[in-house]
C-alpha cells in the first residue's frame, strides 16, 4: 500500500519524496509562511519553487526559522527562460541558493524548453551538478523530441521531467516514454487549476469513499506512478490533499477518469516557448 511518506528512488539514487507541495502564485509572506507551516505540519516534505516564482526568499527565512534540519526537507527549484546559458544559469542558480539560504538545492530543473540556449544551460546544471551543489538535475516541459535532442550531447541523463498533466491533459504518451528512459514523472497543476473538480464522474467517485474530487485526482496519479506538487494556499484543503493514502481506485474508476482526457492545457505548449525569443510574459 503507497502512503504520503513514500519516496521515489531518482535515477542517481536519490530518493525523492513523491508527493509535494507547490508554491506558485503565492506570493504574500505572511500567507506564505501559513501555508508552509500547514504544509511542514501535515507532513510534506518536498517543496516546489521556481526563480519565477519570485518566492524563493520567503521559502528560505520559513525554514530558517523551522525546526526542520536541512537533510529533512527537499526543495525543488527552477532556472527561468531568460537567465538561460552557461554563465546566467550559473549565476541564477547562485541567487536561487541565496535566496532559499541553503548549501544546496535537492532538485534544479530547466524550467522550460528552449531552442537557443539549449544545451549551454544543461551543461551549467552538469557543472553544479558534479561540484556536488544539486543532488539531481532534471527538466520540466521537456517532450520527447527535446528529450531526445538534449541526449545528444548531455553527460547526465535527467531525472526528473515536471510536466503539465491531469485528467483533461494526462499526457500518457509522454509518460510511456519517460519510464522507459528510467525519468520520473512529476504532474504539475496535478488538479488541472481547479478546471476538472466539478467533473460529475470525480464527484460520484469521491462520494463512494468520502473522498473530495481533488482527492480522487490526486489519488489517480498516484496510482498511475506520477509524483505530485499540488498548490493550495488554504490549510484545510493542504491538509485534504495529503489525505488519499486511505482508499484505492478501482480498474474501472481509473478508465472513467482517463477518459476525461480532452488533450485540453491550463498552460502553454512547451513548444510555444522553445521557439519563441525574448521577451517573455506568462
Ligand atoms: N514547471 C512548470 O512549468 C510549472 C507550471 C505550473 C505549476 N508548477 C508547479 O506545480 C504546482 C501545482 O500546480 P498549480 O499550482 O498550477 O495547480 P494545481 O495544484 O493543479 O491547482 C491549484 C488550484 O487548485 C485549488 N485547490 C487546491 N487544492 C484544492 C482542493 N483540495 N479542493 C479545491 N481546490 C483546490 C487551489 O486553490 P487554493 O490555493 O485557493 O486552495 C488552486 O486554485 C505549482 O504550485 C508549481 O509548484 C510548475
Redesign the pocket.
Known amino acids: 500500500m503507497k502512503s504520503f511518506t513514500d519516496k521515489v528512488r531518482l535515477n542517481n539514487g536519490v530518493l525523492m519524496p513523491r508527493h509535494g507541495f507547490?508554491?506558485?502564485?503565492l506570493v504574500d509572506e505572511n500567507e506564505l509562511h501559513r501555508s508552509l507551516e500547514a504544509a511542514a505540519l501535515a507532513g510534506y516534505r518536498l517543496f516546489?519553487?521556481a526563480q519565477f516564482y519570485h518566492n524563493e526568499k520567503y521559502i528560505g527565512d520559513f525554514f530558517r526559522s523551522s525546526n526542520l534540519n536541512r537533510e529533512d526537507y527537499f526543495i525543488t527549484t527552477?532556472v527561468w527562460n531568460t537567465e538561460q546559458g552557461y554563465d546566467k544559469t550559473l549565476k541564477a542558480f547562485e541567487n536561487s541558493l541565496k535566496r532559499l539560504k541553503v548549501d544546496y538545492i535537492d532538485l534544479y530543473l530547466v524550467?522550460?524548453p528552449k531552442i537557443e540556449p539549449f544545451f549551454e544551460t544543461w551543461k551549467a546544471l552538469e557543472r553544479l551538478y558534479d561540484k556536488g551543489l544539486i543532488r539531481a538535475i532534471g527538466v520540466?516541459?521537456f517532450e520527447a523530441h527535446h528529450l531526445d535532442r538534449l541526449m545528444t550531447k548531455a553527460n547526465v541523463l535527467p531525472a526528473v521531467d515536471?510536466l503539465e498533466t491531469?485528467p483533461y491533459f494526462p499526457n500518457h504518451l509522454l509518460h510511456r516514454y519517460l519510464e522507459e528512459l528510467g525519468i520520473v514523472h512529476q504532474a504539475?497543476?496535478?488538479?488541472?487549476?481547479?478546471v476538472a473538480?466539478k467533473e460529475p464522474a470525480l464527484k460520484k467517485i469521491g462520494k463512494k469513499y468520502g473522498k473530495?474530487p481533488?482527492q480522487v485526482i490526486l489519488r489517480w496519479h498516484v496510482q498511475n506512478d506520477i509524483s505530485i506538487?499540488?498548490?493550495?494556499?488554504?490549510p484545510e484543503?493542504i491538509r485534504?490533499?495529503a489525505e488519499i493514502y486511505d482508499f484505492e481506485l478501482s480498474r474501472e474508476e481509473m478508465l472513467i477518469i482517463q477518459k476525461l482526457n480532452r488533450g485540453e492545457r491550463v498552460?502553454h505548449a512547451p513548444d510555444v516557448v522553445y521557439v519563441r525569443t525574448e521577451p517573455e510574459e506568462f
Open positions: 507547490g508554491a506558485y502564485k516546489d519553487t527552477k524550467h522550460w520540466s516541459n515536471q491531469h504539475w497543476s496535478p488538479l488541472g487549476r481547479g473538480l473530495t481533488a506538487i499540488p498548490k493550495s494556499e488554504k484543503r485534504e490533499n498552460s
